[in-house]
């Protein structure tokens, strides 16, 4: 993939070549590019970072083409015809869709943004630039866990023929559930009063995340979410890494949801609770 010379154009990530990807292992690669995406929009809201003024609409359209191509490679899988495939398909169809709104709001948002972007330093939730913004936000805010769990329905109906090839390290049900937090984007971690790690519903133990770093299978971007206060540290997102994913793929159909994500919307949020609403 060629990358613009403007750093204003360019994505705020790097999408990489999918071809070798099993269709699995192309879905958790996707969820983590959406964390990426939505990490970059709450370090804006929170002033931690500068504004790239197309970067963020580039971004948002290429998440919105590479899911559509997700669907596509799960869909010449021909899986069967049967719950819960089919509503994970839809699921994803339906992130595709939220994915190009957001598009949209984003246009909008850097269409309503002053020329001395002087708004872009702190945007207002309810007016102009920021309000574009956080309706942006709120379309992706629930792609990371939507594309993760439709991954993990669609696991357990693919043709060997299909799945990853990899030999998975002996995992415990710890580091596995561990690896499943992170890829849905639900782990940061902060060294500030010593090492902690934030999780969502699931506790996650620092010392489980330094096996699996130790392991090659996460890895930690430096001060790419927002702090848990006003005036706090930024904090570390952990992410998978492509050995991670590749491990997890082999792995994830032991966590067969038999049932659909809550469909609640999550709210962006505000610049002083952006991590405690969302980790």
Known sequence: ???????????????GSPVALTPVERLLALGDLYTQHNDRIDLLFSGRAP???????TSSHRLERETLACIKTVRQQNLPAIEPVTSAVVRLTQTAYLAGGATRYLTAAQQALPADNAEAQRP???????????LARELTALAPATIV????????RLPQRARSTTTAPSLDTAQ???????AHGHVAVTDHYGQRAYGHTVPVAVDVLLHLEAEGLVERESTTVPPLFPGGPSRDRVRLT?????????????????GPPAARPVPAPAAASTARARR
């Open 176 to 182: 596995r559930t561990t690896l499943l937090e992170v």
């Open 242 to 258: 492509a050995t991670g994913i590749r491990v997890l793929s082999t792995v994830i159909d032991c966590f067969h949801i038999s």
């Open 51 to 57: 504004l790239a003024r197309d970067a963020y609409v």
């Open 124 to 134: 207002h939730l309810r007016r102009g630039f920021g309000q574009y913004l956080q």
């Open 1 to 15: 993939m060629t990358t613009p010379a403007d750093p204003d154009h360019a994505p705020l990530f790097d999408v």
């Open 149 to 156: 769990t439709s991954a993990t329905q669609i696991a357990t």
